[in-house]
């Protein structure tokens, strides 16, 4: 693994973790079955780590693909909807992981398409390539 790999996933965990949880905090009320993991971590902490672990997947995914581990510092618009577009792919198929597994379920006050939420939809096709650009001009700095 190359330095670049290292440093641009060791920037956009973090960049992406805040991102997440706060969206995750703030829609909460949009599920039914929210609280405590075990009773230990609260719900928006489980769940934004593993939007993290999603945003690291597609970012690694796309250095692969583009045989470049320092993608982001160069990212162009292009990329950005490009994330945004694999953003969306993963939340639907989280949402419909999660349905089938009845993992979760929505409150009455989320808005859905195709049975699905719209909040966790938008989050992953927004906070996904948010994340990247916010990385972008730390990696550029450094």
Not at 126 to 133: E, K
Request: net charge positive.
């Amino acid at each position: 693994m190359s330095r670049d790999f290292w440093r641009s996933a060791v920037t956009v965990a973090p960049v992406a973790f805040a991102l997440h949880y706060a969206w995750e905090s703030v829609h909460l009320s949009l599920y039914t079955n929210y609280g405590n993991v075990g009773g230990i971590l609260p719900i928006q902490l489980y769940a934004a780590l593993g939007d993290v672990l999603y945003t690291l997947l597609v970012v690694g995914g796309i250095a692969l693909y583009k045989r470049d581990a320092g993608w982001m510092r160069r990212a162009r618009g292009v990329d950005y909807w490009l994330l945004s577009l694999l953003g969306l792919c993963v939340a639907v198929l989280v949402e419909y992981k999660a349905m089938l597994l009845h993992l979760w379920e929505y409150a009455p006050a989320m808005p859905t398409l195709f049975g699905l939420g719209i909040s966790p939809l938008l989050q992953m096709a927004v906070l996904l390539p948010l994340s990247a650009y916010i990385s972008r001009g730390i990696l550029k700095r450094q």
